[in-house]
């Protein structure tokens, strides 16, 4: 299974990262859990085709040296957790976790056992040390329901599973495709799952480097475009079932820029071009969210100090740059997630076929020579 560069059908206008993925930004790792269990009918407790990803901005205690955050909902119909107190206070002090929509309070649950086991004083204030306050904590937990390939009812991702993930952890390569929070999901009618992407502006717009990480899980079949072109006019799964809710994207961005939480949400609104270019309309059930951090600083848990300095960056005078950067890190992200996938059946037979990749490069070959088949 190619991703789309390797087919010679799309290039963007900025250059890639070494890995053209989201650990291109320096210190980022990802991980996942896969769960795929059993075959047949529904039972209560399976069949599963489901997971957990997660995403961290740096290899130490993310609550005791947080990472400044925004986030951006483009269509909320969904389930997601902490976004408020990202919102209020603009950072991010826990793992960001992706899940299938039922499993969301269960791996919120598991991130809050894992910080207040790295940090004891959650929940019990500072009496130790002289300080006043509560230390509590906000976890960060996004989803797309994946409910027609796996039983979403048995809620399977918890505890285990979570630590499972945050121990595959890497900051190498991404696994794409059926794996993870994408292990289940849909895409344009196609199997979805997850896919990276990721850009580098040039030495003197800063040399910033912007990655992306999409749990695909939207669209109808019609709507998809690639690389310009209407695929979904003219390639139409054989085995195409309907479900019945519109989908859902959760998209994460990550940058070494030293931006603050107004920049950064200044990004997360860019990510709806790269999503609108593979064709979304952004259906009303469905729930599409953007979480946006940096690495270029971290922010210290109730330091001593009140006084600082941090980094800073004109963004404005590379706003155009950023923007181009963030638009193309998504959409290939998202034609990864498709063309990574391969063919799922799941509970009761539901099948997602994966996008082939052949049919694709020729496809935009013969619109791209004018000799497109009606």
Known sequence: MPRIRELGIYNGRLSPGPLNAITDVAGVAVGHFTLIEGEGEWTGSGPFRTGVTVILPHQGNLYAEKVPAAVHTINGFGKIIGFEQVR??????????????????????????????????????????????????????????????????????????????????????????VVGAGTGTSCYGWKGGIGTASRQLPADKGGFTIGALVQSNFGAPEELVIAGVPIGQHLHPSQFQPRPEDGSIMIILATDAPMDKRQLERLCHRATFGLARTGSICHGGSGDFVIAFSTGYRILDRPEEIGGERPFINEQAIMSDLSLAVIESVEEAIYNSLLMANTVVGRDGNTRIGLPADEVKELVARWQSGKVAE
Do not use: C, K, W
Request: net charge negative; charged share 15%.
């Open 88 to 177: 209020e206070l603009g950072n991010i002090e826990t793992p960001i976790a992706l899940t299938s929509t039922l499993n969301g309070p269960r791996v919120a649950d598991a991130l809050m056992t894992v910080m207040i086991e790295q940090n004891p004083h959650i929940g019990l204030g500072f009496a130790e040390t002289g300080r006043q306050g509560y230390a509590s904590v906000n976890p960060v937990v996004g989803e797309t329901s994946d409910g027609f390939l796996s039983d979403m009812q048995a809620r399977p991702i918890g505890l285990p599973e979570v630590r499972a993930a945050l121990a595959d952890a890497s900051t190498g390569a991404v696994a794409e495709g």
